[in-house]
C-alpha cells in the first residue's frame, strides 16, 4: 500500500500534463476537421470556376467557328457558280475567308464535295459520314455543330452553315452547306485552356452518352477518370444545334484532392507536436526550481571557465597586437623602423621643437649606391642582404637614444636626429655614415665595396610640416646623385627653385612628342682623306615653348627617370629610319651613307627593342648598314648581362655599333671585347695647353687609334676643331672625324646637302649663333694634336 502511494506521488506531476494533452487534442481535432472542410468548400468553389472558365473559353472558340461557317456560307452563297461537270467539282477550290485558322470545304446537297485542297477530302467524307450517320433522314438542322468527332490520330470540331444560291441564268447550281473545321487540341491551345487550368489540377473534356452512360474523354490530364470532379457544360453556340448525342463537359478536380492527404497530415503531425509541447511544458513547470538551481550552479562553473579563457585570449591578443605593431611599424629584412614609424617620430619631434625652441632638428637620407646593380646580378636577397648589413653598420654610428634609423624603402636609409648640437655636427654626421661603408661587404662570397648619396636638411625654422622637411631632404638627395663630386649635399633653399624647375620640366616633357616640340639636329662624320661626310650622328633637341632650345643635358635624365625615355627613343628611330629612306631617294645612285642614334642605358632594358628596329628597318625599306647605334661605357656597366643581350640580338640584324666617348670615363679594353662593337669614338677629357702634356696627349690618341685598329674596330675622332688637328688625326691613321672644324650640328636638309660634298674647313650656317656649344661631348681645343705629336704617334 506504502509502495502505491509513493508511486503515486512520484508520478503526479504528471495528472497536469495529461490533462493539458487531452484539451490540446480534443480542440484540435475539431479545429482539423472544420478547416478540412472549409478547404475543400474553397477547392470546389475554385475548380468550379476555373471549369466555368474553361467551358466559356471552348464555348468562344466553337462560336468562333460557327461564324466562320457562316461567312463562308454567306460568302458562297452571294457568288454565281457556273455550272460544273460532277468530275471536276469536287477539284473546284471553295471560296476561304481571310483567317486560315480553320479549314472548310463545302458540301452541296447532291453529295458533291467541294475543298480547298485534295489532302482534306478524306477528312472532308468523314465528316459527312458522321452527320449522314446520326440524321439518316436528314433530320439535321441546317446549322449545326458536329464533334468531337475521330479522324486518324486526331479529334475535330465541325460547323456547318447552308448555302442558299438562286439558279442564274445560264447556269445550275445546288443547296448545300459551308462546313468549317478545326483540331480539338488547336481549339483548346487557342483558348488556353492548359494555362488556366493552373499546375496543381487534374482536368477532361468528357461526353456522356445518354443512353448507355458511357463517358468518353477527348482531352485530359490523367490517364484515369476525374473523381467527384467539378464540371461545366460546354453549349453549343446560338442558332447551332449540336448533332453529337450526349453533352460535352469540361471537368476539373485538384490533383492533391478534395482532401489532401498531405495538409491532413501535416495538420495531425503539428496538432501532436503542439500537444506533446504543451505537456512536456506543464511538467517542466514542476520542476522548474530545481532545474534553474542545477543550472545556476553550472553557469557558475562555465562563468569560472570563461574567465580563465578570457584572460589567455586576452595575453594571446596582447603578444598578437605587439607583433602586428612591429611588423606594420618595422621593415621585415632589417628589422629597423619602416616609413610610417620614422614620420610619425619625426612629426612628433617637430611638435616638441615647437615647445623647445632651441634644439636643432635633422633629417639625413641615405642612398646606397649599386643597389640595383646587385639585385639584377647576385638576386635579390643579396640585395636584401646587403641592406641589413649597412643598416647594422649605420646603427653602430649613431645613438639610439637621440635618433631614429629606419628603412626608407628600396636602396634608401632615413636617420633622425633629435638634437644636431653644433652647426658642423650634420657633415661630420655624414662623414661618419660614408665611412662606415668603406669596409667590403661580403655578399654570395663576393666582397664588394659600396658607397652611399646623402641628402640632408637642418630645420632652420618653425614651424615646418613633416612631409615639407622631408621633401627638402629629397631635394638634397636627388642634387647629390646628379653631381659626382659631391657625395653629401645639405639643402638650401635655392635648392626649392631648381626641384621646381625639374617637376615642370618633367611635366612639359610627358606632352612633348603629342606637341611636336621635339626635334632633330645631324653633325656630318667626315672621312678625313677626302673631306667628304659618310654620316651623320642625330642629336636631339627639344624646343621648350618658355626655354626656348634646350639641349640632351637639360631632359634626358628626367626622361630616364621617368621612363619616357622609351618612346623618345623610340620616336627618334623612327623618325631617322624614315629621313634615311628620304635621303637615299633623293640622293645620286650609288651613294652610301649611316646615320647614328645615341642608346641610353634605359633604353637597352626594353626587351622589344630589337623587333622594333627590325621592324623600322623592313617598313622603310633601308639597308641594316644606314642605321648605327652610339653607346657609352657607363649605360654598359650598369647591367652588363642583360645589356650584352639586347646589343647581340642588335647587331644580329645587322645594325652596327659604337661606342662613344672612348677614352673617358673607365675606357676599358675588356668591354671592347665583351660587347659587340664595331666603331669607336674617341674622346678627349684632357686639357692640354703649351709644353711637354700637348705632346703627350697626342700619344695617348694615337695609342687609342692603333689599340682600335689592332681590334678590328674602326676609330672615329670626335670635336675636330681644327685644320691642324684634322691632318694630324689622319696621318696617326685614323679614318674619320667629327667636330665644328667640319660642320656645326644642322638641319636635317642642310645635313643632306652635306653627305658626298667636300666640307672639309666649311662651317654650314645652322640654326645656332656662332660659338654655341652644340657638340654632343666636349670639344677639343686646337692645336691639340700637332705636327710633332702626331708624327710620333
Known sequence: ????????????????????????????????????????????????????????????????????????????????????????????????????????????????????????????????????????????????????????????????????????????????????????????????????????????????????????AFVASSDGPLSDPAASMVHAPPGFSPTSPGTLTFQVRPRAGWYPTRTLATDIGLLALLAWLLTFMAHDVTHRTLRLRTSLATARRQLHAANQRLAREIEQRENLQESVNRARFHDAFTGLPNRYFFMDQLDRTLRERGARRGRRVGVFLIAVDRFQLINET????????????????????????????????????????????????????????????????ELRRHRLGVTARIGMSCLESWPQRAEAFMREAEVALSVAKRQEEMTCVAYSPSMGGDAASLVSLEADLHVAMERRELKLLFQPIVALRGRRAVGAEALLRWQHPVEGMLGPERFLAIAEETGIIVPITRWTIRKVCMLASEWRRRLPAGTDFYLSVNLSAAVLRDPELSEYVSGQLTETAIPPRTLKFELTEGGLISNVVAARETL??????????????????????????????????????????????????????????????????????????????????????????????????????????????????????????????????????????????????
Open 648 to 793: 647581340e640580338r642588335l647587331h644580329h640584324t645587322g645594325v652596327e655599333l659604337m661606342l662613344d666617348d672612348f677614352g673617358t670615363g673607365y675606357s676599358s679594353l675588356n668591354h671592347l671585347q665583351l660587347f659587340p662593337f664595331d666603331y669607336v669614338k674617341i674622346d678627349r677629357p684632357w686639357v692640354v695647353g703649351p709644353g711637354p702634356s700637348q705632346h703627350g696627349g697626342a700619344s695617348l690618341a694615337s695609342a687609342m687609334v692603333q689599340l682600335a685598329s689592332s681590334l678590328g674596330l674602326t676609330p672615329i675622332a670626335e670635336v675636330v676643331e681644327s685644320q691642324d688637328t684634322a691632318d694630324a688625326l689622319e696621318r696617326m691613321g685614323c679614318r674619320f672625324g667629327q667636330g665644328n672644324f667640319f660642320c656645326a650640328p644642322v638641319e636635317a636638309e642642310d645635313a643632306l646637302q652635306c653627305l658626298g660634298a667636300d666640307i672639309g674647313g666649311v662651317l654650314p650656317q645652322g640654326r645656332f649663333e656662332a660659338g654655341q656649344d652644340d657638340s654632343p661631348t666636349l670639344i677639343l681645343p686646337a692645336g691639340f694634336i700637332t705636327e710633332d705629336a702626331a708624327q710620333s704617334g
Open 378 to 441: 647576385l638576386g635579390h636577397t643579396a640585395g636584401d642582404e646587403l641592406m641589413v648589413q649597412a643598416g647594422r653598420r649605420f646603427q653602430n654610428v649613431v645613438s639610439s637614444a637621440t635618433s631614429v634609423l629606419a628603412r626608407w624603402g628600396g636602396d634608401r636609409f632615413a636617420l633622425l636626429v633629435r638634437d644636431l648640437g653644433s652647426s658642423d655636427a650634420m657633415p661630420r654626421l655624414a662623414g661618419e655614415l660614408q665611412a662606415a661603408l668603406r669596409e667590403p661587404f
Open 1 to 216: 500500500m506504502s509502495l502505491s502511494l509513493a508511486s503515486l506521488r512520484r508520478h503526479s506531476s504528471w495528472v497536469p500534463a495529461l490533462l493539458v494533452f487531452v484539451t490540446v487534442a480534443v480542440a484540435g481535432s475539431r479545429l482539423i476537421v472544420l478547416s478540412v472542410q472549409r478547404r475543400a468548400e474553397d477547392a470546389r468553389q475554385a475548380a468550379q470556376a476555373v471549369a466555368a472558365h474553361s467551358a466559356h473559353a471552348l464555348e468562344r472558340q466553337l462560336e468562333e467557328l460557327a461564324r466562320h461557317a457562316s461567312r463562308a456560307a454567306r460568302a458562297a452563297s452571294a457568288t454565281p457558280q457556273p455550272a460544273a461537270d460532277p468530275a471536276t467539282a469536287a477539284t473546284r477550290p471553295p471560296r476561304r475567308p481571310s483567317k486560315p485558322d480553320f479549314d472548310m470545304f463545302e458540301w452541296t446537297s447532291d453529295g458533291r464535295l467541294v475543298t480547298s485542297r485534295p489532302a482534306d477530302a478524306a477528312t472532308a467524307r468523314a465528316l459527312v459520314s458522321e452527320w449522314q450517320a446520326a440524321a439518316p433522314a436528314g433530320g439535321i438542322p441546317a446549322a449545326a455543330l458536329l464533334g468531337p468527332v475521330r479522324a486518324g490520330s486526331e479529334w475535330l470540331m465541325a460547323a456547318r452553315a447552308p448555302l442558299d444560291r438562286q439558279a442564274m441564268a445560264g447556269s445550275s447550281a445546288a443547296d448545300g452547306w459551308a462546313v468549317a473545321y478545326a483540331n480539338l487540341d488547336r481549339l483548346l491551345a487557342r483558348a488556353r485552356i492548359v494555362s488556366g487550368v493552373g499546375g496543381g489540377n487534374d482536368f477532361a473534356l468528357v461526353q456522356s452518352d445518354p443512353a448507355s452512360g458511357f463517358v468518353r
